[in-house]
């Protein structure tokens, strides 16, 4: 089968145009991604752009021999952008609490030491706030939640939340630093009976 003929099959909805067009730009797209989100990740988001593209072949108006891999290009990149944003928030638990809280506590030379730190570090320190201020800053930080969103998952005002995140951090810091906590004399309720 030759460019022409998989073209007017790809247009027609034959299976063998998609296997064609795989087969045919998979490798140069596979490495085009691998650079992009490392080499565990690539193929399937090649492959995830050759489904859709498959799926959407009735929208494309114009088909000539370069436009598949042009489409198939443009959606590998979008792929690529977002596994990278979803990558980017759903980090570990322990990589958010440690870049947020601990940026200038100390530098931990390697990933393992970042999360072992976390673990023993910043996770007891986050287990001292109340719950209320434990949730706020968790979905604040963590989940990248806006204020507003909190306020109407948690049944919170927004001031409350302000503040909240506000000493939430502060205390989280000074935890992470001294190991104790001072509390503000007139809210003494933000850290947890257990640890007063």
């Known amino acids: ?43 399937d988001i090649v492959h995830d752009a050759f489904i859709k593209l498959w799926l959407d072949r009735r929208k494309i ?27 980017r928030v759903n980090k570990t638990h322990g990589e958010q609490w440690m870049k947020i809280f601990c940026e200038d506590v100390d530098p931990f030379p390697s990933r393992s030491d970042y999360l072992e730190n976390y673990e023993h570090k910043v996770k007891p320190a986050v287990d001292r706030l109340n719950k209320k201020m434990r949730d706020t800053v ?14 109407s998952s948690l049944g919170i005002p927004l001031i409350t939340i302000h503040r909240y995140l506000k000493q939430g951090k502060q205390l989280i810091r000074q935890i992470l630093e001294t190991g104790r906590c001072q509390l503000p004399a007139e809210k003494p309720s933000c850290i947890t009976a257990q640890n007063n």
């Open 61 to 87: 108006k114009e088909i000539h021999p370069g436009t598949i891999k042009t489409f198939a290009r443009q959606l590998v990149n979008w792929g690529c952008y977002d596994f990278l944003k979803k990558k």
């Open 1 to 43: 089968m030759n460019i022409v003929e998989a073209i007017q099959l790809f247009k027609k909805g034959d299976p063998r145009s998609f296997d064609y067009f795989y087969n045919r730009y998979k490798v140069d797209l596979i490495y085009h991604a691998n650079e992009r989100v490392g080499a565990d990740f690539g193929e």
């Open 138 to 151: 968790f979905m604040y930080f963590f989940e990248e939640m806006k204020q507003k969103e909190i306020e």
